[in-house]
């Protein structure tokens, strides 16, 4: 072949190469941001508006979808069938410990009805969350946890939109000694044990908009649910309102070494129809749990290699690792089943409403669930906690709206609310003198999660431009009225030991957000709409 030959070849290819068309690019897919009705929380939902506004300025077709709270957790939890979801965590005393919220990251709770819904997968961070897990040394398990929110944010898998001031009230003329806690301000698990009436009725009387998804022990994914249930399910330790471990149904919790806990009942518990409460109902209880397809408490029954009966009132735990909050948080958040009845149960999250055993040998007796209007419980009398009880039962009733809350409190149909005032609310509150006003900080916050398992948020540059497309500080500013803060992480600042306070931050930067964009090779066609 000549030269000449040879550089006419060139030329054709160069020719060639020149007029071949560009790459066709295509356009981002459509997306849904699932939220609450405007009237179970005006907060969610006026946050996804928002939000959907600057993804469209972005370029992306966003639609917003309300739903009823069950059906969202539904289509959140146990069907992973989501595109992106507002919902919130709630700062329960059991998560001021690290353990649940670094879970909700965890590959491994990725599964149907677990805490990881989006479907994260970090292979490092779950090797840390291992670590931290087993670390008992408290400033070395330190160092771990704040090392995993340095992994995990820039992934933005996840986006805290803020961490919620627990803005909530009581009437004063009928009940006094209410307690709030950190997190749970006054719906926690302590103030019915330790209200004390002021006048002839002794049935406190609570209000809120939500009720719990069901009261089934192994399908229930609400902390709805589980504020109502753990009332009249004991568990083996109880968290006090210092947020101090307390044996309850255990008489002891003895470690033998890091990966040996031996435990001990208080003698003569009975469950709710009479039965006597023994170790066999322990053993029973973690292993059906360990067995089930319930994932709820996966991460805090993780550790459990085995649980064998020791005696007629002892149980030893045997665990697969060390667990650094295994005796404070794991022994105290599952509930003690009654053998009897629940053995016999082979698909325990298939049951009815009316199936669902409801016998515990908690404080309160669970009595009537009329759902979407009332719930009540009575208190126990055998109970070993009954001589400290004032109240002879706790009452939940179920209203439309946060308004209609309200109105309750004010005409004195209720004795406290269950959920936060709104904004507007706070300052009529504070001028009745027959209400007190609490205000706690809240380590649990609201939350955006994309299921990055689905185009677009596969991608981690969509979703580190979507996080910076949304504007947090308005949402505090206006939603809230300035009760709260933006979010940085799912450790919140309030859990200062914990709290990685030098994470990346997403700033509302719609520039930067097309930059990132841009950098990922993302353009723009003629309508503005983002492809690639």
Known sequence: MTRKTILAGTSILALGAVAMPAVAQERVPSVEIFTTTE????????G???????????????SVRPMEFSTLLDRFYSEQDFDATILGWSGRVDRLDPQFFLGTLDSRQAELGANNP??????????????????FDIDARQQIVQEMQDLYVPDAPVVVLFNRDEVVAYNNTTFENMNAMAGEALYSEWVPMEAQPLGERATLRIGGPQEPDNVNPLASTSVWGWKWMRLYYDRLVRLSPD????????????????????????????FHDGEPL????????????????????????AAIDSVEQTGDLSVRFNLSEPSAPFATITLSQIPILPQHLWEGIENPGDLTPDEIP??????????RYDRGEFMSITTNPDHFHADEIAVDAVEFLIYADAEGVFTALQTGQIDMTAWRLEPGQIPLAEENEELTVVSVPDFGYYHMTFNTRREPFDDRAVRRALSMAMDRERMVNVLLDG????????????NAFWHNAFVERFD????????????????????????R
Do not use: K
């Open 39 to 46: 009237s179970y929380d005006p907060i969610r939902y006026e």
């Open 48 to 62: 996804a508006f928002i939000i959907a506004e600057a993804w469209e300025e972005l370029g992306v077709d966003v």
């Open 118 to 135: 989006g479907g994260y997968d970090n292979p490092d961070y779950d090797a840390l969350y291992d670590a931290q897990g087993a670390e």
């Open 243 to 270: 947020v101090e471990p307390v044996p309850w149904a255990a008489s002891s919790v003895d470690p033998v070494d890091d990966v040996t806990i031996d435990v001990t009942l208080r003698e003569g518990m009975t």
């Open 278 to 301: 023994t170790a066999e109902d322990i053993v029973f209880t973690f292993n059906y749990y360990m067995d089930s397809d319930y994932n709820y408490f996966d991460s805090y029954l």
């Open 358 to 367: 409801t016998v515990g040998s908690g404080p309160f007796v669970f009595d």
């Open 483 to 494: 009760r709260g803060e933006v979010g940085t992480s799912i450790i919140a600042p309030v």
């Open 508 to 531: 509302y930067d719609l520039d930067a957000a097309r930059a990132e964009l841009e950098e990922a090779g993302y353009s723009w066609d003629d309508d503005g709409r983002l492809q």
